[in-house]
T-cell receptor
Framework: GESVGLHLPTLSVQEGDNSIINCAYSNSASDYFIWYKQESGKGPQFIIDIRSNMDKRQGQRVTVLLNKTVKHLSLQIAATQPGDSAVYFCAENGDSSYKLIFGSGTRLLVRP | GAGVSQTPSNKVTEKGKYVELRCDPISGHTALYWYRQSLGQGPEFLIYFQGTGAADDSGLPNDRFFAVRPEGSVSTLKIQRTERGDSAVYLC????????????FGPGTRLTVT
């Protein structure tokens, strides 16, 4: 399928290394944040979420960090694998209870 | 179980034509969302259905765009008098409960207007 992000910032990492993908969010009213993974030709896939009353949340090989002071979100992927290659989007809820506002995305390339 | 499905996967149409894009949400999901994704960008919200009614259509770009969900399950996004700027991937998502951030996305329909 067509590539989602031909002009996206790209992070290239060696297989087995840790990856850190950053996101600056825009709306001070946001209290819910999600990271999505999108492979070429597919829809976004939920990875991990965090609410504003937390500053860190861990999943399987992934950790999300939230810094509300500077409106910054990061996704850490441990022991990056070739299957992690994709475009990663952060999303926030703004002042909505259902509408998601997506960031512009980062392409992760994993070198074997 | 089956995820969100969208048909067609690709649609090429001429400027000025009418198109319909279909979304089949996950069975039992009450809420349905349409987003549009342009190349190199994140998805942008178009419309949100709670059951059969459009609870929020504030993201629809203009009155050429319309969406329905007559029986509270399948939804159709309709675009009249298509323009080249409408070319994008149209994503559908559904959630079990109304007003949930836990949205499951379909693979999208890639619309190309020539």
């Amino acid at each position: 399928g067509e590539s989602v992000g031909l002009h996206l910032p790209t992070l290239s990492v060696q297989e087995g290394d840790n990856s850190i993908i950053n996101c600056a969010y825009s709306n001070s009213a946001s209290d819910y944040f999600i990271w999505y993974k999108q492979e070429s030709g597919k829809g976004p896939q939920f990875i991990i979420d965090i609410r504003s009353n937390m500053d860190k949340r861990q999943g399987q090989r992934v950790t999300v960090l939230l810094n509300k002071t500077v409106k910054h979100l990061s996704l850490q992927i441990a022991a990056t694998q070739p299957g992690d290659s994709a475009v990663y989007f952060c999303a926030e809820n703004g002042d909505s209870s259902y509408k998601l506002i997506f960031g512009s995305g980062t392409r992760l390339l994993v070198r074997p | 179980g089956a995820g969100v499905s969208q048909t067609p996967s690709n649609k090429v149409t001429e400027k000025g034509k009418y198109v319909e894009l279909r979304c089949d949400p996950i069975s039992g999901h009450t809420a349905l969302y349409w987003y549009r994704q342009s190349l190199g960008q994140g998805p942008e919200f178009l419309i949100y259905f709670q059951g059969t009614g459009a609870a929020d259509d504030s993201g629809l770009p203009n009155d050429r765009f319309f969406a329905v969900r007559p029986e509270g399950s399948v939804s159709t996004l309709k675009i009249q008098r298509t323009e080249r700027g409408d070319s994008a991937v149209y994503l559908c998502a559904s959630s079990l409960e109304a007003g949930s951030y836990e949205q499951y996305f379909g693979p999208g329909t890639r619309l190309t207007v020539t």
